[in-house]
């Protein structure tokens, strides 16, 4: 079974300071890698994804990841942090049947 | 409006009671799915449903049960609740296939307290 882990469950970075969250994953299949934000009181929201193709994924707000198979990663950042980042994200594998595995999440906070 | 809609919002209740939490989409979607989130355990699946007449458990099912009404309604029933299942409730829709490149879009979650 696919599983993910998310390292760091808070990250404290200053504003316009690089965004960097964690995510590693293990699958027995070719990974589909997902990151997807939660605002406060909202529902998620998805960031990015990668499925096949190139490994670079852009998303939006800025954000993108690298899916990096020898290191089984999928790492987000940002160069540069804003205030209104301030979330919760998560990292997610799909399985079969287009479920999906989520990692802990990891809180991000923005200092001014 | 939004596409997925989850009634209540928030809800308080009392341990035994039945308890009822419904979504709504309009995006046309056959597969719907509901989640529980746990502060440090992430979003854990409960129930999935592929069409109206497939539903499926998923990873932590005991204490719940589903019901799939029509293809834009999947609701998720608490028989007799109970505190540990105080958590935050969302429900998702995909679209019907294995394509890759599906995603979940997510409905803005119910807070459920059981006292």
Known sequence: ?112 | DADVTQTPRNRITKTGKRIMLECSQTKGHDRMYWYRQDPGLGLRLIYYSFDVKDINKGEISDGYSVSRQAQAKFSLSLESAIPNQTALYFCATSDLGDNPTDTQYFGPGTRLTVL
Not at chain 1, 13 to 38: D, I
Not at chain 1, 72 to 86: I, Y
């Open chain 1, 1 to 112: 079974a696919q599983s993910v882990t998310q390292l760091g469950s808070h990250v404290s970075v200053s504003e316009g300071a690089l965004v960097l969250l964690r995510c590693n994953y293990s699958s027995s299949v070719p990974p589909y890698l997902f990151w997807y934000v939660q605002y406060p009181n909202q529902g998620l929201q998805l960031l990015l994804k990668y499925t096949t193709g190139a490994t670079l994924v852009k998303g939006i707000n800025g954000f993108e990841a690298e899916f990096k198979k020898s290191e089984t990663s999928f790492h987000l950042t940002k160069p540069s942090a804003h205030m209104s980042d301030a979330a919760e994200y998560f990292c997610a594998v799909k399985e079969g049947g287009n479920k999906l595995v989520f990692g802990a999440g990891t809180i991000l906070r923005v200092k001014s």
